[in-house]
């Protein structure tokens, strides 16, 4: 079955950028979704087909595609930013959607 | 504003059974794919079943095919999950969420219910 990886967490200074890095094969042809899911809430959507953020998520939230590796990208990191984030693709040989592991970010 | 409630957890005994409903309001329902995902105790998300708009096609993890059934009523607005054959390894919460899309698949999900949490114990 399709695997995405991601590190299992990440840490920052607040006022720093996170990268949060999300990598597979033939990633490249799939589009990628990421969901930020603070403790003891349901996850949030945060950037849509690689880079489009929906309304209401703040412009610090970026995402990129090359390759075989997305990047979710945080600039200006505020404690607020601390959670849980997953990338999402779908695997069109399973018809499965797949989640990555997850990737916690603390904020320093 | 679309909102997604989900109902019918609970504490069920192993081989028992379970249906969850999934409520949901502000939006055209039967025009957008939904899915079923859950998060074990400290774990990750993971993806369990979707459904097209229709509810004429069905897709199921692995693990979860033949024990669990998706199904959608679009004339009440709610979607649902039958879950057979429960192990202790499903205990997780469940959330519903709504597909960019009629069709299930490469669409991203947005908003997403709050779930409800299912544990399976003897």
């Known amino acids: 079955s399709y695997v995405v990886t991601q590190p299992p967490s990440v840490s920052v200074a607040p006022g720093k950028t996170a990268r949060i890095t999300c990598g597979g094969n033939?990633?490249?042809?799939?589009?990628v979704h990421w969901l930020q899911q603070k403790p003891g809430q349901a996850p949030v959507l945060v950037i849509f087909?690689?880079?489009d953020r929906p309304s209401g998520i703040p412009e610090r939230f970026s995402g990129s595609h090359s390759g075989n590796t997305a990047t979710l990208t945080i600039s200006r990191v505020e404690s607020g930013d601390e959670a849980d984030y997953y990338c999402?693709?779908?695997?069109?040989?399973?018809?499965?959607?797949?989640f990555g592991g997850g990737t916690k970010l603390t904020v320093l | 504003e679309v909102q997604l409630v989900e109902s019918g957890g609970g504490l069920v005994q192993p081989g028992g059974s379970l249906r969850l409903s999934c409520a949901a309001s502000?939006?055209?329902?039967?025009?957008?794919?939904m899915t079923w995902v859950r998060q074990a105790p400290g774990k990750g998300l993971e993806w369990v079943s979707g459904v097209s708009g229709s509810g004429a096609i069905t897709y199921y993890a692995d693990s979860m095919k033949g024990r669990f059934a998706i199904s959608r009523d679009n004339s009440k607005d709610t979607l649902y999950l039958q879950m057979n054959s429960l192990r202790a390894e499903d205990t997780a919460i469940y959330y519903c969420a709504k597909s960019a899309a009629y069709s299930f698949g490469s669409d991203y999900f947005d908003p997403w219910g709050q779930g409800t949490l299912v544990t399976v114990s003897s």
């Open positions: 502000g939006f055209t329902f039967s025009s957008y794919a």
């Open positions: 087909y690689d880079s």
């Open positions: 999402q693709v779908w695997d069109s040989s399973s018809d499965h959607v797949v």
């Open positions: 033939n990633l490249g042809t799939k589009s």
